[in-house]
């Protein structure tokens, strides 16, 4: 099983980036997926849920409107769309597949939002 993230950086407040996450070893079109983020010093914390079909999703309060989850069955990808950007986005943003017992994680992306 491996998920593999792509696309963190250093980005200006306002600005905007896109995570990936491509995802092999397991029946991904299977498994609900997360976006996950761990600012320094902090918990990890869910960032935004998206279900096995794409038909729904949702998010934490402090990134409604601003970030999009979305996810590719054929291509086994799930992305993370982040807009208006702010210093406290700033964290390692880590992909997740879950389903029942199973729960796997990938090894997270850096973002950081920064003048």
């Known amino acids: 099983v491996q998920l593999v993230e792509s696309g963190g950086g250093l980005v200006q407040p306002g600005g905007s980036l896109r995570l990936s996450c491509a995802a092999s070893?397991?029946?991904?079109?299977?498994?609900?997926m997360n976006w996950y983020r761990q600012p320094p010093g902090k918990e990890r914390e869910l960032v935004a849920v998206i279900s096995s079909a794409g038909v729904t999703t949702n998010y934490a309060d402090s990134v409604k409107g601003r970030f999009t989850i979305s996810r590719d069955n054929a291509k086994s990808t799930v992305n993370l769309e982040m807009n208006s950007l702010k210093p406290e986005d700033t964290a390692v943003y880590y992909c997740?597949?879950?389903?029942?017992?199973?729960?796997?994680w990938g090894q997270g992306t850096q973002v950081t939002v920064s003048s």
């Open positions: 070893g397991f029946t991904f079109s299977s498994y609900v």
């Open positions: 997740n597949a879950r389903r029942f017992e199973y729960n796997y």
